[in-house]
């Protein structure tokens, strides 16, 4: 797979006309039929150093609508590797299509309670898991460690940003929004739409993987008047305006985070929020298998 290879596409709208903004769209989501986007970014660091360092089992975590899980499930059964997802939520049957697809690609699920779940990192019970399965590589819940943030930073690569004002982003834990932040000049000006509650912590931990990769950047804020009620929910005005994009312009959004990102920014162009005359490129994070989940109540 060419990470760079992805077309930066124009969009037309009588909005950005109106405003004399020019919006690109970064189609991260064509850089794979199945796996693509910001999940496959944020593993390749991680499955180079599972293969340097010679480990046998990969795990990590993920709800039952995860990204993640599908993106590694599918590089597990690709590149020959045993993957297991300790997966939050205890009921699983019958299996989502995510899901199937995970156990399709040979990963095995191990389920936990929602409250196990939430001390993962602590809890003797997980470990017990871990310890189950021979030379064990972990990889964090969306993938959130430092070589995901460095992975992240790589979808920037080979994009041009002397004349760029504006990049858009989704983010979900902040992972995929700091590796960009750090992969950007000085002049540009990152918005990241959390797709969930998270006006308490998000920001903190956007700073936080930026201190742990070094990063002193401040050209960056988070727009949270977009997240449609949490993480997974939406509303009748959300999938309208998704429908809408499809129909008229061709461009499949996901109901989880580039959906409400990419309403959000026209939302702010339209209030006024981005000053006319921007050059602004939104980066498709891709997730589009989320749209399974769309009549979904807890997608995750």
């Given at each position: 797979?060419?990470?760079?290879?992805?077309?930066?596409?124009?969009?037309?709208?009588?909005?950005?006309?109106?405003?004399?903004?020019?919006?690109?769209?970064?189609?991260?989501?064509?850089?794979?039929?199945?796996?693509?986007?910001?999940?496959?970014?944020?593993?390749?660091?991680?499955?180079?150093?599972?293969?340097?360092?010679?480990?046998?089992?990969?795990?990590?975590?993920?709800?039952?609508?995860?990204?993640?899980?599908?993106?590694?499930?599918?590089?597990?059964?690709?590149?020959?590797?045993?993957?297991?997802?300790?997966?939050?939520?205890?009921?699983?049957?019958?299996?989502?299509?995510?899901?199937?697809?995970?156990?399709?690609?040979?990963?095995?699920?191990?389920?936990?309670?929602?409250?196990?779940?939430?001390?993962?990192?602590?809890?003797?019970?997980?470990?017990?898991?871990?310890?189950?399965?021979?030379?064990?590589?972990?990889?964090?819940?969306?993938?959130?460690?430092?070589?995901?943030?460095?992975?992240?930073?790589?979808?920037?690569?080979?994009?041009?940003?002397?004349?760029?004002?504006?990049?858009?982003?989704?983010?979900?834990?902040?992972?995929?929004?700091?590796?960009?932040?750090?992969?950007?000049?000085?002049?540009?000006?990152?918005?990241?739409?959390?797709?969930?509650?998270?006006?308490?912590?998000?920001?903190?931990?956007?700073?936080?993987?930026?201190?742990?990769?070094?990063?002193?950047?401040?050209?960056?804020?988070?727009?949270?008047?977009?997240?449609?009620?949490?993480?997974?929910?939406?509303?009748?005005?959300?999938?309208?305006?998704?429908?809408d994009m499809e129909a008229s312009y061709n461009l499949l959004l996901d109901p989880i985070y580039t959906g409400k990102a990419f309403y959000g920014l026209l939302k702010m162009i339209e209030?006024?929020?981005?000053?006319?005359?921007?050059?602004?490129?939104?980066?498709?994070?891709?997730?589009?298998?989320?749209?399974?989940?769309?009549?979904?109540?807890?997608?995750?």
């Amino acid at each position: 797979m060419k990470l760079n290879s992805v077309p930066l596409e124009l969009f037309r709208h009588p909005l950005l006309a109106k405003n004399n903004i020019s919006l690109h769209i970064k189609r991260d989501d064509l850089l794979h039929p199945v796996v693509s986007g910001n999940k496959l970014y944020k593993l390749m660091l991680n499955l180079e150093q599972f293969k340097h360092e010679h480990k046998k089992t990969l795990i990590t975590f993920g709800g039952a609508y995860s990204n993640h899980l599908h993106a590694t499930a599918f590089m597990g059964k690709k590149l020959g590797i045993q993957t297991v997802a300790i997966v939050r939520g205890e009921q699983l049957v019958p299996l989502n299509p995510t899901l199937k697809d995970c156990t399709d690609w040979g990963m095995t699920l191990e389920p936990v309670s929602r409250g196990l779940y939430r001390q993962k990192q602590q809890a003797p019970e997980i470990q017990f898991i871990i310890d189950k399965y021979p030379s064990p590589y972990v990889v964090p819940e969306g993938g959130a460690n430092r070589l995901g943030v460095q992975g992240a930073a790589k979808m920037l690569d080979g994009v041009h940003q002397k004349n760029l004002d504006v990049l858009v982003v989704a983010c979900g834990t902040g992972v995929t929004m700091a590796g960009i932040i750090s992969a950007c000049e000085p002049g540009v000006r990152v918005i990241g739409f959390p797709a969930l509650k998270a006006e308490k912590w998000m920001k903190d931990e956007v700073q936080g993987w930026l201190d742990v990769i070094t990063c002193e950047s401040d050209n960056w804020v988070l727009q949270h008047d977009y997240h449609f009620g949490g993480y997974g929910k939406t509303k009748p005005e959300l999938l309208e305006f998704m429908a809408d994009m499809e129909a008229s312009y061709n461009l499949l959004l996901d109901p989880i985070y580039t959906g409400k990102a990419f309403y959000g920014l026209l939302k702010m162009i339209e209030n006024g929020e981005i000053a006319k005359g921007s050059n602004v490129l939104f980066v498709h994070s891709g997730g589009l298998q989320g749209r399974r989940g769309l009549s979904a109540k807890s997608a995750s």
